[in-house]
């Protein structure tokens, strides 16, 4: 059972670097990924909104996955901010889907997202597991 919560746990820390550096690159590097992400930035305001937001997303979902990682108390409370951030993000790819469409290489993303989801749900239950197994 540790094997087990220490390789998920390894899998969200993964996870949480990816975030973590994606989001530095949305700060500081935004043009490099606007287009591989379907994005146009209509002028300085544009660039402005995209550094904002998107770098937001990836930045506090890496930290509240490198959070969860971690064995402090308040893991648990972060394991929820990642799966809400992730949900909240494929719901509104779902809701895409259905409106527009299906678009090449849209797929991806979504699984990507569920993975995420599916990683810190296995990270909390193993968590689980195991302190019942410590306390019998």
């Known amino acids: 059972m540790k094997l087990t919560y220490h390789f998920v746990r390894l899998v969200v820390l993964l996870f949480a670097l990816f975030f973590l550096i994606m989001g530095l690159q949305w700060l500081f590097y ?22 904002a937001d998107l770098g937001a997303l990836f930045l506090v979902t890496g930290i509240t996955t490198a959070i969860a990682a971690s ?10 901010c990642g799966c809400l951030l992730m949900g909240t993000a494929a719901g509104g790819r779902l809701i895409g889907f259905a409106m527009d469409g299906i678009p090449q290489g849209g797929i991806t993303p979504l699984i990507f997202e569920l ?7 296995g990270l909390a239950t193993t968590r ?5 197994q410590e306390q019998s």
Do not use: Y
């Open 30 to 51: 935004p043009e490099n990924l606007a287009m591989d992400f379907g994005l146009i930035a209509n002028g300085i305001l544009g660039w402005a909104t995209i550094r």
């Open 71 to 80: 064995n402090r108390q308040q893991a648990p409370t972060f394991l929820f």
């Open 115 to 121: 993975a995420v989801i599916a990683s810190l749900v």
């Open 128 to 132: 689980l597991r195991l302190q019942k």
